[in-house]
């Protein structure tokens, strides 16, 4: 897919083009390993902070459940909010991964045979009926579980901070404003997107 990708959004777009030359081959690589609630946990522990001090509280988490890779939803809703409070996780965060926990039980996040037949739009509005799981949030369960190469996080600062430096505009695009010149990339927004996270490396 990579290849002909490549080649259609350096036609499509001159600019974008230049940093897909510059940054050479695409190394978007979708972890389909992780279960949907996995992904949506590890997601929202990485809202509004770097990669690096998520990583570090999500091994504080993982570490409250020795023998174990992941924690179960069952795991997580029988652990006490002051014990993830001491990983590091926010009260607003506890109470969305307990609520992803409580939805996965009761069937509204699909498992990973579900939710690979479902169509994206279905998965974004299903997904973001819990707590604290925003459009960005299942955007990101979208491009690094799923592997679907047409998603564009218009929200996302990294992807918007990413095409004004690429673009060289004074400000950032709006959400709006980055959605319309995206048209030109489709199908391939989300490979599109990795080139433009790469332009802040």
């Given at each position: 897919m990579?290849e ?13 083009a230049?940093?897909?030359?510059k940054?050479?081959p ?16 590890q997601?929202?522990?990485?809202q509004?902070?770097n990669?690096?001090a ?15 890779r992941?924690?179960t ?9 002051e ?31 579900a ?7 279905l ?10 799981v ?10 690094f579980?799923?592997g ?5 996080p ?32 489709r199908p ?13 490396d």
């Amino acid at each position: 897919m990579s290849e002909a990708a490549i080649k259609h959004l350096s036609s499509a777009d001159k600019v974008l083009a230049r940093l897909i030359k510059k940054v050479g081959p695409c190394g978007w690589k979708p972890d389909k390993r992780r279960s949907p609630f996995e992904a949506l946990v590890q997601s929202v522990t990485h809202q509004q902070l770097n990669g690096t001090a998520a990583a570090t509280i999500l091994g504080r988490v993982k570490a409250l459940y020795p023998g174990k890779r992941f924690p179960t939803p069952e795991d997580l809703l029988a652990t006490p909010d002051e014990k993830l409070r001491a990983a590091g996780l926010s009260r607003a965060k506890i109470a969305a991964i307990k609520d992803i926990a409580a939805k996965t039980l009761e069937g509204v996040v699909p498992t990973s045979r579900a939710i690979a037949r479902m169509e994206s739009e279905l998965i974004i509005s299903q997904l973001t009926s819990i707590r604290g799981v925003g459009p960005w949030t299942v955007e990101m369960l979208l491009m690094f579980k799923l592997g679907r190469p047409d998603v564009l996080p218009v929200t996302d600062y990294g992807v918007r901070k990413g095409f004004a430096l690429t673009y060289k505009l004074k400000d950032l695009p709006t959400p709006k404003e980055l959605l319309a010149h995206g048209e030109k990339w489709r199908p391939y927004r989300s490979i599109a997107a990795w080139y433009l996270w790469r332009a802040l490396d």
